[in-house]
């Protein structure tokens, strides 16, 4: 190939006639023929039995004193063979790597190919230089994949989609119109209509269902989450069944591991659990049960029940402005 920058590749000597007289290694060359363009991409095609008699005659008089295969062109020429090279259309085609910068810049090559032939079938990737697919994804039309996302080759997904920025998708089977907003998927499916992050992490083993919700700092880990059923913020979901139509209220967990084991843990369709509710597994929440705010649930709950789990709250009248008044009389003793 003819490159802007030859520096680092061997050189291309012609003849008159122009067939190929030799191959230059860079650190070889004259001054002359380093301003030659014309570069080796170290792709052959010998007949084998000239090539091994040649290969006899290939000694170590250059500067690295190695043994260049380069050489047997020269050798095969003296022996009256003719040589002939062909010119890639595309130099990017036989890019050699021999340093990170020379692997970055085969790295976004691919990278733009890769990305070109999804853009081609009609996904909307919003800046292909900043968005890492690699070949054997399959993502339907009319999804956006915005910036800083991974999306690895075991990885489906649908049409409509919106997925990015800033998320990673690996073993991942995501449905049709279906947000996937700066989070992880790992090794789980998200179904159609289903809404995740921003910032959660979906672990392995989970299925998200149609239209349902994961919402902002929020990890599941091999669960279920029904139908329409949300995890609106900040909760930990482990080893669980939720059913359909089901909220989790803020900051809900489920303590799924006693130091031993995993256990798991069943909330029914329709259920509520209040905010900052945990649930000590195994245990179950009933059909159309709630879970008062900062309960700790370790019995069953019964359908159409309420649980709660709390102190009795106690006000101290004037107990403020009496630490108050007995912080400012020490600090005047001081």
Partial sequence: ARLRDPHGYGRIVRAEDGSVAAIIEEKDAT???????????????????KLFAALEQVGTDNEQREYYLTDVVKILREQGEKVTASIAADADEIAGVNSRVQLAFADNVMRHRVNEGYMLRGVTIIESALTFITPGARIGADTVVYPMTFIDAETTIGEGCVVGPSSRLQGAKVGDNTTIDNSIVLQSTIEDDATIGPFAHIRPGTLVKTGAKVGGFV????????????????????DAQIGDYVNIGAGTITCNYDGFEKYRTVVEDGAFDGSDTMLVAPVKVGKGSFTGAGSVISKDVPEDSLAIERSEQRTIGNWAKKRRKKRDSNNSKA
């Fill in 219 to 238: 990890e599941i880990k091999n669960s279920e989450l029904g139908i329409d059923s949300k995890v609106p913020h900040l909760s930990y979901i482990g």
């Fill in 31 to 49: 001054d002359e023929e380093r301003l030659i363009d014309e570069t080796n991409s170290g792709i052959y095609c010998f007949d084998s039995e």
